[in-house]
């Protein structure tokens, strides 16, 4: 028998202040929780909503109703079409000022893609993850 609730549950912090479920294991680059289910990754929120309500069409989209990308609380997440989501205001736009490592998204070190999609350019040469820390030097 497969343990991914467990192996899930075990990758949970819940924010009492809140009320959201923040993913603790690994984010994509967009600031998503990713969870490996039977060999594949998927968007952990997408996972969990799947776990409660069902199967979902890859044409439905989760929208954050507490906009904290990073939660998997199900009473904080509702299957929308993309359109309704964009309505929402998508937190992927223009006014995200920085990466969810903290980089500012400034004209030197956002990486703008064909599609119009941006990435810091710190994480990006880092592989996704936050600049090591820096050694101070004497």
């Not at 904290?68 to 609380?73: D, E, F, Y």
């Not at 903290?102 to 710190?122: F, I, K, L, V």
Request: glycine share 10%; with cysteine; aromatic share 10%.
């Amino acid at each position: 028998m497969d343990n991914a609730m467990e192996r899930f549950s075990g990758r949970v912090s819940v924010n009492r202040a809140t009320g959201c479920w923040e993913w603790t294991g690994a984010l994509d680059k967009t600031g998503y929780g990713a969870f490996k289910y039977n060999g594949k990754k998927v968007n952990a929120h997408r996972w969990i909503y799947q776990q409660h309500h069902g199967a979902l069409t890859r044409w439905v989209w989760i929208d954050h109703l507490c906009r904290v990308r990073k939660c998997v609380n199900v009473t904080h997440l509702e299957a929308v079409t993309p359109k309704v989501n964009a309505e929402r205001g998508d937190a992927s736009g223009p006014r995200v000022t920085s990466c969810i490592h903290g980089h500012a998204y400034t004209e030197s070190n956002t990486y703008r893609y064909p599609d119009g999609a941006r990435e810091c350019r710190t994480c990006k040469y880092y592989g996704g993850r936050a600049d090591p820390i820096q050694p101070v030097s004497s």
